[in-house]
DNA sequence: CGCCAGGCCGTGT
DNA sequence: ACACGGCATGGC
């Protein structure tokens, strides 16, 4: 026989793999529209969702979930509304230069914006403030229909612990994109019409198994993924 | 109560 | 390039 140890992308891909046979499909991004989405990106940085749906359904009783909605709604206004949430004096003023570019650049239409180019529109994205990496992917990927992988917190974790990356990702711009070419490269096999849906679920199930047992403090007890940990070992990481 | 959450940004070294 | 603190709130 030929070697059995597997690569890190063939790992993540099994990692896929059990957590699509241990959850199931996960219907992301729960939102009822791309612009609620995309909402939701901004509203849950850093910010537990429970706190962002307490603001979304603020936002939906003053119809402030459209375009037009949060164009005509004042900054102040704005701010109270998404207070549940956090950092509202940082995330308003985002959410409103978001609605900006929209006017300014695609005539407040979500579809023009989305036909830009992958690149181009991710570019674009990382320019506005309160966009990062991932809030930019996330958009792109969930909101605007683009195949790229979404990166966060939780994937760093896994793949720290289970030693997928040398040396372990850091909570920086690099450290992203290397998760993002690991992920981008375990689903590289599969046809090109679904990655996009691959990267959908991927990223929803690194969520779900994240916050269920890679909190900071780990919690591994009963992982879909222990069978993974190269260390063989369980809760002991750092 | 203290810790934490589906990040991002400015500043200092 | 990298570390670190600030940004805010509410759930658990």
Redesign the pocket.
């Known amino acids: 026989m030929t070697s059995t140890r597997l690569t890190p992308t063939q790992r993540l891909r099994r990692m896929h793999d059990q957590l699509s046979a241990a959850y199931g499909p996960q219907h992301?991004?729960?939102a009822e529209t791309p612009f609620e989405m995309i909402l939701?990106?901004y509203l849950?940085?850093?910010?537990?969702?429970?706190?962002v749906e307490?603001s979304l359904a603020n936002l939906r009783a003053a119809g402030a979930l459209t375009v037009d909605g949060l164009r005509s709604i004042p900054l102040d206004e704005l701010q109270r509304l998404i207070?549940?949430s956090?950092?509202?004096?940082?995330k308003a003023p985002a959410l409103k230069a978001f609605v900006d570019l929209l006017d300014a650049e695609f005539g407040g239409s979500l579809e023009l914006l989305a036909a830009s180019p992958t690149d181009a529109l991710r570019r674009r994205l990382l320019s506005l403030?309160?966009?990062?990496?991932?809030?930019?992917d996330?958009i792109l990927l969930?909101a605007l229909g683009h195949p790229v992988p979404v990166a966060?917190?939780?994937l760093r974790r896994i793949a720290e612990r289970h030693r997928l990356l040398t040396p372990p990702p850091?909570r920086?711009r690099?450290g992203y994109n290397s998760l993002a070419d690991l992920t981008r490269h375990a689903f590289a096999f599969d046809a090109a019409k679904n990655q996009a849906r691959l990267f959908n679920e991927f990223h929803a199930l690194t969520?779900a198994v994240g916050?269920a047992h890679c909190?900071?403090?780990a919690r591994c007890a009963n992982c879909p993924l222990a069978g993974d940990l190269s260390t063989g070992g369980l809760t002991r990481y750092d």
């Open positions: 992301w991004w729960p939701g990106a849950t940085q850093n910010t537990a969702w429970k706190a307490r207070q549940p956090g950092f509202p004096t940082r403030p309160g966009v990062g990496p991932e809030t930019a996330a969930y966060d917190e939780y850091g920086n690099k969520v916050k909190g900071r403090t």
